[in-house]
Every structure is written in structure tokens, then in C-alpha cells.
């Protein structure tokens, strides 16, 4: 599976961007297994996960973005969507997105956002 992410950018604070983790190459009911999240990495600081979403639809997010981020799947698309709002200067790093299925973890490439104050 390889995922291909993109989307970022540099953002004033308050405003929006929306990423996306797409897996042109996979087979779509692959895909739809696969749980999906978005990860990021600040500067300095170890990479954490932001938003989760089970192939089963269940969603999970870090208590920093609740409310302002949300995670989303498009199977004919084959690709998950991360709508952020409301963006902050906290929330500045390298995004990647992650899929995991039957133990086995994928990994796209880091697409950099940055929100200036």
C-alpha cells in the first residue's frame, strides 16, 4: 500500500486546510480496511497522533484538535481527508498519514503545514 499525502501549506491563524492520504494503487477493498490516522511532528518534539479512523467508521481524535479537526474517508476516491479549522500556531508540523491493517503499517510522505500568528 502507498499512500501519497498532500495538502499543506502555510495558513494564517484562524484559517483552514484540508489534507489528503490517497492510495491510488490499492485495491479498494484493501483500502477500506485499512484503519487510517494522521500523525505530526513539531520541531523538537516527538510525533504524535492527531485523528484515527477505524475501517469501521469510528472516529478518534488528540483533545487539542476535538471540534476544529476532522477525519474522513472517501472509498471511490481512496483517500482520507483531514479538514482542519480554526488552525493555530500550536498546530504547526509535518502531517503524515498512516494506514494500518492486520498489524502492518503504512506510512505516506510528511506534507508541512505551518499556521502563523
Known amino acids: 500500500v502507498q499512500l501519497q499525502a498532500s495538502g499543506g501549506g502555510l495558513v494564517q491563524a484562524g484559517g483552514s486546510l484540508r489534507l489528503s492520504c490517497a492510495a491510488p494503487?490499492?485495491?479498494?477493498?484493501?483500502?477500506?480496511?485499512?484503519?487510517m490516522a494522521w500523525y505530526r511532528q513539531a520541531p523538537g518534539k516527538q510525533r504524535e497522533l492527531v485523528a484515527q479512523?477505524?475501517?469501521?467508521?469510528?472516529?478518534n481524535y488528540v483533545d487539542s484538535v476535538k471540534v476544529r479537526f476532522t477525519i474522513s474517508r472517501v472509498s471511490a476516491r481512496k483517500t482520507v481527508y483531514l479538514q482542519m479549522n480554526s488552525l493555530k500556531p500550536e498546530d504547526t508540523a509535518v502531517y503524515y498519514c498512516?494506514?494500518?491493517?492486520?498489524?502492518?503499517?503504512?506510512w505516506g510522505q510528511g506534507t508541512q503545514v505551518t499556521v502563523s500568528s
Open positions: 494503487g490499492t485495491i479498494t477493498s484493501v483500502f477500506n480496511g485499512l484503519n
Open positions: 498512516n494506514g494500518e491493517r492486520i498489524g502492518c503499517n503504512y
Open positions: 479512523l477505524t475501517s469501521g467508521g469510528s472516529t
